[in-house]
């Protein structure tokens, strides 16, 4: 059976210290893209981003939430990832991002040159943090409908996400998020909060939509190299301009609506290329029974990159000869 693979890229609240660091120490090709963008940046970040990620003295779960670290850091790692792969002549038939993650899939896919993309987040976390904004985002394992009787009540409150029928991600000011945790706990549902400093995918990102607009008409767009899916907009992405980038910072992501899209056309061989794996386990959850797809997650927090990484190889090799 026949399997296209799917390259997934995720957002803010998948990082932690030392992501992925088997292959930053194992791995050439990913510790050269990792480096290369690290020096690319020493100079306005006024520090080297591998050293921020891979040298960090405290432990891997400290929080490690400063958008100007975690804005690059994340595009860059999975980047330096979806590189690995390709040099490896493991080719996607797609590439499906999420948030920030369709700022890193236009750039594997060559829409937008990586170092000038890089540059882009960085500017953008820049951005955000001259103009105040704040906030943050709280996961809610639960069933949306279950919010939508106290909407009113928390009228700052947007939905961030909605990832599986039992997965939503509201963002909002940082009062709001602690009150909607207490009511969370007295309902017995279960939050997170997440390791980000600001309210994205709300109107609070507005603040700066003037100047991220501007910045990203200045970049050259070219046709994608591999087709684009958006969580944001839950198909193919034609043209990947200013319009549609803006649209995956302020709106929402619809994960759940694009995995049943990419399943009407599977199956798949989906693979996360985020240092959480949160989108395997996504997909994972949104996949009916019977579906013939397969999940494969890459780097974790539980550090059997390198192991994980020639499974994922192997599976992929077996697909390329169930194509030819």
Known sequence: MRRSV????????????????????????????????????????????ADVIYRHEGGRFDPFDLTRYTHPGLFLFQYAMARLFLDRGLVPDFLLGYSLGEFVAAAVAEVIPWREALLSTFRQAEALERSGVSGGMLAVLAPLAGFEADRSRFPGVSVAAVN?????????????????????????????????????????????????????????VRPPRF????????????????????????????????????????????????????????????????????????VTPFARDAANLATVEAALRVAEEERS
């Open 164 to 220: 599986t029928p039992r997965h939503f991600v509201l963002t909002g000011s940082g009062r709001d998020l602690d009150e909607l945790e207490r009511l969370f706990r007295e309902r017995q549902v279960d939050s997170v909060r997440l390791p980000i400093r600001i309210a994205f995918h709300s109107p609070a990102v507005d603040a700066v939509a003037g100047e991220w607009k501007e910045l990203l008409s200045t970049l050259e």
């Open 227 to 298: 087709p684009l899916v958006s969580a944001r907009w839950a198909g193919i992405v034609p043209v990947a301009g200013a319009d549609s980038l803006w649209g995956v910072t302020r709106g929402p992501v619809q994960f759940q609506r694009t995995v049943d899209w990419m399943e009407e056309r599977g199956p798949h061989s989906y693979v996360d290329l985020g240092p959480s794996g949160t989108l395997a386990s996504f997909v994972r959850t949104n996949t009916r029974p019977g579906s013939a797809s397969l999940v494969f997650p890459v």
């Open 6 to 49: 799917v390259f997934m890229f995720s957002g803010q609240g998948s990082q932690y210290y030392a992501m992925g660091r088997e292959l930053y120490e194992g791995e050439p090709v990913f510790r050269g893209v990792v480096d290369e963008g690290s020096a690319l940046l020493e100079g306005p970040l006024g520090t080297s981003l």
